[in-house]
């Protein structure tokens, strides 16, 4: 009898520690910050290939445009879009182009707009495919289109939950990558029609561009039309990226001008800085496929740009 009594109250000893445990843990996620999950984004980087080849003006691209704003709203975050016509080099004709515009407001009231963006059109020819047959078909685009929008749409869960205090606006630029070689003009006609027509409306203070984030064996360096116009927080970015994973960011490598999506904006005068590996094997290729990018890529980007947005922010504070 006596026996039993106590292993009776050993066993109410255990369920109360184990009760209290459960609780804290609950308590401990309950409070805890929102992580970047860069398997989530890169099932957004997965679903857009499946919606096939996001070709300006197709009904695939349509799709996309669909799943981008449904995402944005069962975030929470409102989201216009902006349709232009515009003549498309690759594609012999005028097509209707649409940007994606999520409006994010913080609790802060605060005349800084930093921008997010990332294209989500894909390429409509094959370029650089070692196959000569296959380089007038199009490209899925997993690491060249679907890996930036996979980005922002994890971040912009992220920041929402984290409730940013500011204001950011996350952008998605339609025919960045519908220009030929050499014809500087038929390139990112998405973003330099929004730089053309919305800065009055969106007075952007700064931004960062994110393009082939995904590539698995992730290298990341410097773009040189960053450095030049938007020096401090491209350094600023890589300094952090370096010491938070030195293996895939070199902020001391040679940097290569890369024409982008930041580029209509940095001609205007605003600090924008473009985020690319452009060391991929598969670029312009049929192999630009899901299994090329990686998860882990994703992450690490995804942990550094978080980091140094609310970085940003605090400095923008202390120095208003
Ligand atoms: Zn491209």
Redesign the pocket.
Same mark, same amino acid.
């Given at each position: 009898m006596c026996v039993l009594k106590k292993i009776c109250r050993i066993r109410i000893n255990v369920r109360l520690i184990l009760i209290f445990l459960f609780l804290f843990i609950g308590i401990s996620y309950g409070n805890g910050e929102t992580v970047f999950e860069g398997k989530r984004a890169f099932d957004f980087l997965k679903k857009q290939c499946l919606l096939g080849y996001r070709v300006p003006g197709s009904a695939a691209s349509l799709r996309c445009a669909d799943f981008i704003e449904s995402e944005l709203k069962k975030i929470g975050i409102p989201v216009k879009r902006q349709s232009f016509r515009t003549y498309s080099q690759l594609q012999g004709a005028t097509v209707t182009g649409i940007n994606l515009i999520g409006d994010y407001r913080g609790d802060s009231v605060t005349s800084d707009i930093l921008a997010l963006s990332a294209h989500w059109d894909t390429?409509p020819i094959a370029e650089k495919d070692p196959d000569p047959s296959m380089r007038d078909k199009p490209i899925i685009g997993a690491n &060249?289109g679907a890996s930036g929008v996979g980005l922002l749409l994890e971040m912009a869960r992220v920041l929402k939950e984290r409730r940013y205090p500011g204001r950011i606006l996350f952008l998605f630029f339609d025919l960045? &990558?519908s220009g030929v070689s050499g014809s500087f003009e038929q390139w990112c006609l998405g973003s330099r029609y929004f730089a053309g027509h919305s800065l009055k409306e969106y007075p952007i203070t700064a931004g960062i561009n994110f393009d082939m984030i995904g590539d698995r064996d992730l290298k990341i360096q410097p773009e040189r039309f960053s450095l030049k116009f938007a020096p401090d927080m491209m350094r600023e970015f890589m300094d952090l990226a370096e010491q938070k994973a030195p293996s895939h960011f070199n902020k001391n490598r040679l940097p290569f001008e890369i024409l982008d999506d930041h580029e209509p904006f940095l001609r205007k005068g605003i600090s924008y800085i473009n985020v690319i590996d452009y060391n991929y094997p598969y670029?312009?290729t049929q192999e630009d496929t899901p299994d090329k990018c990686s998860p882990n890529s994703l992450q690490t980007v995804g942990n550094i740009a978080v980091e140094y947005i609310f970085f940003r922010w605090k400095k923008i504070k202390n120095n208003p």
């Open positions: 390429r &060249d960045e &990558d670029w312009h």
